[in-house]
C-alpha cells in the first residue's frame, strides 16, 4: 500500500550537465558524455532506492530536455534552426525544432538507456515519454498543418518506442501531458485518442502525467492568474476515467486543486503529487503525510501511489535527496497509521 514513485526527472550532476536549469548544456561530449549519461544513470537509482522509492525511473539522466529528447533521432525533423515561438498557449517561448516532412524513427530511440538501467534496478522501473500533444505543442510546425494530425503521426512513433520499451522490462510507461492542463477542449477532441494510440497494445502499465509544469517563473506567474481553485482537472478528468490509461499522475502538494477533483478518476491509479518541485523547501515527512491524508479522503488506499508534483530536473541536487527521502518517509507514516486504524 502506498508505493512510492517520482514524476521523473531528477537533477543532473555538474559533470553531466550545468545544474539548477532546464535544456541545461551538457558538460561532456562523445564518449566522456555517453559515460557521463551512465553514470549519472546508476547514481539517480541508487539515491532513489536509498531513499526508499518503491517503482523508479532513471532520473531522465541521458535526455537535455523531456521533450527534446525524443525528437533528437527522428527524421523529418529539423532541430538545427529552431523557431523561438510562445508554447502552452503562449505562457512561455521556447527554442522549438521545426517540422519538415513526414515523421519517421531512424531507429530505437531510449532503448540504451532503458536497457542500462533496467539490468541495473531489481525496483520496478518507469519510463517516461513526452505525450503527443505536448510534443505537437512544443515544435513549429511547416507540414502536418492540424495540430491533431501532427499529434496522431507523434503518437504512431511515441508507440513504437514504448512497445519497444516494454519487450526491454521496463514496467511502466508514462506519458507526460502538462499541455492537458492547457488545451482540455483538445484533450477531449483528439487528446486522449492520440494518448490511445501512443499506449496501445502495451502490456505494461500505462501512465499519464498533467501538472502545472515546472518551477519556473513563468509558471509561477501563470499559476498566480488561476484564481483561488484551479478547475483544469474537472474538464479532463472524467475522459481520463474512460480511457484505457492506467494511471493519472498529478499536482496536489501547495496547489489550489480541489482534492475531491481525484474522485473523478474513479478506477484508475492516481499518483498523487505530495512533493512541491516548486521551493527548495523540503517538506517534512509529517506535510507529506498530509497531503497524502487530504487524497485518501477522495481516493482508495490501493490506488494512491504517492508522487512528486514533477520533474525534479531544475532543483539543486542535495535538496532533491531531502525530497525523496521526505516523499518516502511520509508515505511510511501514511502506512503505519492506516494499519493501525
Ligand atoms: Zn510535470
Redesign the pocket.
Known sequence: MFETTI??SLPKPFWLATPRMLWAPWAQEGEALAEAKRDATLLALKEQEDAGIDIVTDGEQSRHH?VHGFLERLDGIDSAHKVRMGIRDNRYEAECPRIIGPLRRKGPVHAEEAAFARARTRRRLKFTLPGPMTIADTVADSHYGRRADLAMAFAALLNDEARELAAAGIDVIQF?E?AFNVYMREVRDWGIAALHRAAEGLACKTAV??????GIKANIEWKATLGGEWRQYEEIFPALAESRIDQV?L?CANSRVPPELMRLLDGKDVLVGAID?ATDRIETPEAVAATLRGALEHVAAERLFPCT???MAPLDRAVARGKLKALAAGAALLRRETRRG
Open positions: 514524476a521523473g523531456f507526460d502538462p502525467h498533467i501538472c502545472y509544469g515546472y499522475s499536482e518541485v508534483n514533477c520533474g
